[in-house]
Structures are given as C-alpha cells and as structure tokens.
C-alpha cells in the first residue's frame, strides 16, 4: 500500500509543482487570441466550456491503453508504480501539454503540422502518413474490444458482429458532425461512468481490507521467470499511462475549442495526469485482486481469461451488481470515446494536409470516406497483431512529437531540457523496442544489441540537435 500511496503522491504533486513549472516555461498567455474565436466555424472551431473540453480531451486519450495497458504492465513489478508516476510527470504531461499549447500558436494545427514545422518537410510528409496510419489503428482497435465487452453482457442475439456495425455507425457520425453535437452531448455521460470506475476501485483499495502486494524495497526487476525485460518491454507495454503518442493527435481538436491559454495546463497536463491515476489504480487493482504477480499471470493465462474478464470480475467483485454495471459501462465507454475522436482527428489531419474547408458536410464526406474504409480494412486483421503494431507505432509518434517539442523550445530560448530528457529516452525505448522484440513486430535480436543501438540513436539524434541548434542562437522567436 506505501508504493501505491507514494505513487498517487507524485501524481498529484508532480501536476501542482512539477506542471506549474512546465506552463511558466511555456509562458501561457491568458490575453492571446484563440483558435476558437479567430477561426470559428461552429464545426471544429468552436468555443466550448473548460468542464466539456475537459472531458472530451480526458476521454479522448484514455482509451483501453491506461486500463489494459497497466493489467499488463504490473507483472514487470514496482518499477511499473515508478513508470506510471513519474513517466506521466515529466514524459506525458510535458508530451500533451506542450503540443496542445503549440497548436494553439498554429492555429489549432495538427500534429504533422505541428513536427513538420519544427523538424522540416521531410518529417512532415513522414508524419502526415504515420499519423493517419497510427488514428486508423487506434480506431480499429477500439471497435474491435467494446464490441466484444458489449456482447458478453448482452443476449447472445446481440453478438460483436452486431455491436461491432452499432459502434462503427456512431463513429461515422461523431466524425462528421460538429463537435458540440454527438461528443458535446455524451461524453459528460459517458465521462461520469469512466471517473465513477476509477473512484469506487480506488475506494476498495483505499478504504477496504485489500491488500497490495507491490514494494519498492522487493526491488526493480521482473518479479516473473518469463525472461521479458523491463526496458523496453515494460514502458511500452504501459503507454498510455505514462506518455502516448496519439494524445498529441488529439490535443490540435482542444485546442480548437479552448478559450484561454491558461487552461492549456488543467487540460492538457491535467487530463494527462488523471489518466495517469487510471492506469495506477488499475495496475494496483489487478495484483490485489488477484493476489499477486504469479497469480496475475496465471489468471491471464488461463483460457478464456483476458485483461477484459480481470476488468469485469473485479468491477463486479469489489462494486457489486450496480457498481459493476457503471464500472464496464466506463471501460466501455473509454475505447469508443477514443475510437470516435480518432477518426476525427484523422479527418482534420488530412483536411490540414490539403488544405481543404471542412464547413461544408460534403467536403468533410470526402475527406472521411476513405478513412472509414480504410479503417474497415484493417478491422480484419488479427487483434493480437494489431495491437501490438499500435504499441510501438503510439511511442514511436511521442518520439517525433517530444523531439519537435525540443527544437521548439530550443527556437524561443527557453528551457529545452524539460522535452529533450524525454524525447532521448523515448528514442531509446522506442528503437530497442523495435529491434528487439520478436517476430512480426520486430527484429528479435538480443536485449544487449538492441538496448545498445537504442542509446546510441538517442545520443546521435541529441548530437544532431545540438548541430542544428546553432542557427537558433542568432535569432529570438516571440510568439
């Protein structure tokens, strides 16, 4: 209980202390302009209350990856507390904060936009196509898993391939109407059951007599005979709990609908550091539950058994009939809420590549027709292989995005330290990821060699900053 109590410690602290430093950095200005005044057009620019925002920004990004992701993760033992906490403070809040803060300099620009101005064309064609790839993926995964959570509550007539149409349909329309339509109007619902989740299991760990067997002092090394490393394994298996590339796809639609800079820190930061306490409280939730790391594993191992079923049995266990209905009602409700703003963005990515106006309903169809298709394509592919691609490809974007972050920084004099520290880790988990893991998703060399080549690209990618960071020297930048 004292690794978790710690853990929520640095969580909350770190946004008080820790965010207030990253926002004085930025330099947030409560009199600038704002996308949602200067560009209106009542379809993706448009003012919204901070509450909504909030909300839509919070769901947005905390898809089954904080939930899932941190079931997964925990079997890497205490270091996974550690990752959580302090991966959110200095990782994925700096990550979400900071390019929510330059989209609304941009304009409410998206993220290719964003990077590509920061780190050329070249880059900026590369990230138009992963961005899109990687909104495709998110979108696909998260039709695939409600599906199945809906259809094992309801009758067998109403099956995935049912819920699988239901889902995808209200998709087609959360793209394509304005913002304050489908999403303005269901996500405070959809957003009470997802922070009602999160409170009734952390007020069973808290306050009832659940035992959590994680310990700082057993030490930060795999707790299971499985072989799997920590790094990389671990930090990307728990990605959307500590830092996420595709939040950074998401915070240019906030930033459309913001009406004051100094909201960027409660909502970009602070959405960040609320789905950081959703993967610790889920991650603590699992090995209590269970009774700890063997008995963890052993549970997912079974056949039937997923991180799904762990969800539901413990909502169930611990919530009771009520409590456990709201409870998957919220784990069911974060993947749609992710899925449908992932289209979204999608479309606005490709609008902001063609430079095409989106006002008219027929030019937002032909933006989003192909996406939709595209999307159903790879709906068919194996889950397993799917998600595992999404993995790498999410840590792989917060790289690009932490590094246009530095060299931002880097243009403006100002502290640049607080994204280059991040971005050179990330690189390296990113790269050792990618050479180590096994086949089809990566290369399956050596832990040794790819750990190796995953410092040296972090320490070559650090040295080319520092070689281009020469010609910000002569001039300073003033948003």
Known sequence: ?????????????????????????????????????????????????????????????????????????IMFGPAAFLWIALGTIFAGGVHDFCSGVISIRKGGASLPEIVGGELGNGIKQLMRGFSVLLLILVAAVFVITPAGLLASMTPAALDATFWVVVIFAYYILATLLPIDKLIGNLYPLFGFALLFMAAGILGVLLFSDVSIPVSFADGFHNPLSNGNPIFPMMFVSIACGAISGFHATQSPMMARCLTNERLARPIFYGAMVAEGIVALIWAAGAVAFTGGYEQL???????????GSLVHDVSFGWLGTFGGVLAILGVVAAPITTGDTALRSARLTVADFLNFDQAPLWRRLVVALPIFAATAIVMMMDFSVLWRYFAWCNQTLAVFTLWAITVYLARHRKPYIIAMLPAMFMTAVSVSYLLSAPHPEGFGLGITIAASAGVTAAVALSALFYISKRKYSTKLIVD
């Open 297 to 307: 594993s052993a549970y997912l191992s079974e056949p039937g058994h997923s991180a």
């Open 1 to 73: 209980m004292t690794s978790f109590l710690i853990s929520l410690a640095i969580l909350i602290g770190g946004y008080l202390i820790y965010g207030t430093v990253v926002d004085r950095i930025m330099g947030t200005d409560p009199k600038r302009k704002m996308p949602a005044e200067n560009m209106r057009d009542d379809i993706d620019y448009r003012p919204l209350p901070p509450w909504k925002v909030f909300l839509i920004q919070f769901l947005n990004i905390a898809g089954l990856g904080p939930i899932f992701g941190a079931i997964m993760g």
